[in-house]
């Protein structure tokens, strides 16, 4: 009989495909109901002139088009102003916290997954320790740590550095750095970078880099953030055969060789993997904001998520917030997409169709 | 839990809107005995027990019931009940955000009937009407006055004819102490307190009627030149500057001989530093005269409560001169009304000064919009020792008149 099963719906396997959704039905519901569809909702309101009163969809609220997404990039204006402060923060943020809690990830996993090293169980538990803590009882315990008299500034003192007033330091570090080599005046910055800038914010601005209290942020962001990536390292790590290792060590290559050309290579999807949740959590920085600092000192601590929530329930300009949000969202996306394009696996997937020509070739 | 918490947070209440939608038009309204949502934003569990005291005892004689819920967060809790189209029958509405709430028609403007209207201060009206109406009868209020901790004055040699008068008297005095290694002035760094100077000099941020942003004025920019020379002096410094929280915290701690604040510091250094000996002195004047800042909040009634006469009668009890008196003892606020003005003397003379600057208050900047305009001048102000003030006074009158016109 040529006649296949595929072509009946009936028979053994007739009641699959419904079977399966019935499966999946539970967290469908659940997916639409509590994330699908609040999302439109709240693309609903970023583009409404919602005020808040009774619900956003009754018959009397405006729709305004990209009127609070307008406001946010192109109306001179203060919700422009401080949504691009927020992005300039947060740009920082991710700039030196993604790296730093990677790369202290990366070696604590290194270190916990030496062989000969006593006691790897107690190591692997006191680095993930910060992760499994609630961030907001960490928060308050950086405050402390970081006051005027706290801990920090007396062992700063030991060594005779007289520390900054943390939290209340607005200070820019590029500033600081740029000042300290006395390439610039921070009290009177040359007006080629005060003059203009993009977004309504001046280069100078723009180079202000992360303030002292931001930093204090980053700080405790990297130290609760890299026990768990430490995690997913060394899972990886452990995947790495040890025959390959042996193979490598026969080759006569040296410690760091081995290191560059074998262990990173193959820790590559876990790298990615740390990188993309670094990345995304990085951008959506609320709680530590939120019980740290309120965006204070001088808006240096504001991001885009805080400001999302302050701008819709504090300031009632729920479209705006909801406008704020919708755009992290984006940035969120881009983000990964190109960092998935800087890691995409160049030994593998060449481009097959080629429309330059090669060097020194004809066809 | 932060993020997660607060996005379930924000999908569920959106959900409950869209399920419970507005019915546009007036709503119906029923005699008889009401069920009335009180929420408030108390201060603390004396606040709390008094109202529901009061409100228990006016039910009872009334005949409705009355349920009073303390708010976490009254502003946010506000802003969902009103999205979710089910607001409480009566609540506090802080002055600064009472336009907030009147510019989009969530109250009811109920104050102008009442037979004790004419009785509130003239700052307190002033401060709860938009528009030409007086919308909500004020429920107390506050004003700023200056501190001064005795042991700290004794030390740098100065007696209780040395309280300062004017802002000349202010600044000798202030060296003076500074030459003892004292910081003189602890001031807050919000306008919630520079303000203040603002009216000495004769300024404001806006007119009378709420309608055209005054900030840049030479009077304001005066003021904000004075603060700025007590700053650069070290005369004056901000709280985060000497490690605290707060001016109190800074006062209590005795790291600072003179203060301003409001009422509640009575309060809090009470619970807090019960040690510290002070006394309470009106604030300093300025070139145009005397002039503090007025604290506020009033009853509101929803426009949506379908109880509104027996909400009135509610408000009426709690604004009555014997309960505000009561409220006074309960938890240190100052009553609304200049009816109980002599008896509240007579209960606490202490607060002379708090009470007798209500003639020369001023309010919150009474416009809508206004909070993320007022948000930015704070923390231009908290760079006034090394920024411009006359720049910081374009930009924010540059930003008032944005949202005064949006």
Known sequence: ?363 | MGRVGLRAFAAACLLVSAACGAEPGPVPQRTGPAALQVLIGSSGAAETKAVTDAAAAWSAASGNSVTVIPAQDLDQQLGQAFAGSSPPDVFYVDAARFADFASVGALEPYAEALPAAGEFYGTLRQAFTYQGRFYCAPKDFATLALQVNEELWARAGLTAADVPRDWTQLTAVAERIAAKGITPLVVGDTVERIGAFLVQAGGWLISPDGARATADSPENLTALQYVQQLLRARLARYPSALDTGWAGEAFGRGLAAMTIEGNWIKGALAGDYPGVRYTVHELPAGPAGEGTLSFTTCWGISARTPYRAQAVAFVEAMTAVDQQLAFASAYGVMPSVTTARDRYLQAFPADRAFLDSADHAQGPVNAPKMGNVLSDFDTQLQRLAVADPQAILRRLQRNMTAALRG
């Open chain 1, 1 to 363: 009989m040529a006649e296949p099963a595929a072509r009946r719906r009936g028979g053994i396997r007739g009641n699959e495909a419904t079977a399966g959704w019935l499966f999946v039905a539970p967290a469908v519901l659940i997916l639409g109901l509590f994330l699908v569809l609040p999302i439109g909702m709240a693309l609903w309101v970023s583009v409404s002139g919602w005020n808040g009163q009774g619900s956003p969809f009754a018959p009397g609220v405006p729709f305004v088009g990209a009127q609070n997404y307008a406001d946010l990039f192109l109306a001179d204006g203060l919700t422009r102003e401080n949504f691009m402060i927020s992005i300039r923060n947060n740009l920082y943020y991710v700039a030196v916290a993604v790296p730093a809690q990677t790369l202290l990830a990366l070696a604590l996993a290194l270190v916990v997954n030496q062989r000969f090293l006593k006691g790897t169980s107690f190591f692997r538990t006191a680095f993930y320790f910060p992760s499994v803590t609630s961030s907001v009882a960490i928060s308050v315990v950086f405050l402390f740590l970081f006051a005027n008299s706290g801990a920090v500034n007396a062992l700063l003192a030991m060594i005779g550095i007289s520390g900054p007033a943390w939290f209340a330091d607005p200070r820019g570090l590029l500033h600081l750095a740029l000042g300290g080599l006395g390439l610039v005046d921070v009290a009177d910055p040359p007006a080629a970078l005060t003059g203009g800038g993009p977004f309504g914010l001046s280069w100078w601005e723009w180079l202000a880099g992360p303030s002292v209290a931001m930093s204090t942020i980053i700080m405790l962001v990297v130290w609760t953030t890299s026990g768990t990536f430490m995690l997913i390292f060394l899972a990886a790590l452990q995947d790495v055969p040890v025959q390959v290792e042996e193979a490598s060590l026969i080759d006569g290559a040296n410690a760091w060789q081995r290191l560059r050309h074998v262990t990173l290579p193959m820790l590559k999807p876990a790298l990615f993997l740390v990188v993309t949740l670094g990345l995304i959590g990085t951008w959506q920085v609320f709680d530590q904001v939120y019980v740290m600092s309120q965006g204070k000192p001088a808006n240096t601590t504001l991001t885009p998520a805080y400001l999302s929530y302050r701008t819709a329930f504090t300031d009632f300009e729920y479209g705006v917030g909801a406008a704020i949000s919708f755009v992290l969202f984006l940035i969120i996306v881009v983000m990964t997409l190109l960092q998935r394009w800087i890691m995409r696996d160049r030994d593998e997937v060449r481009p097959r169709r080629r429309w330059w020509p090669r060097r020194g070739s004809t066809s």
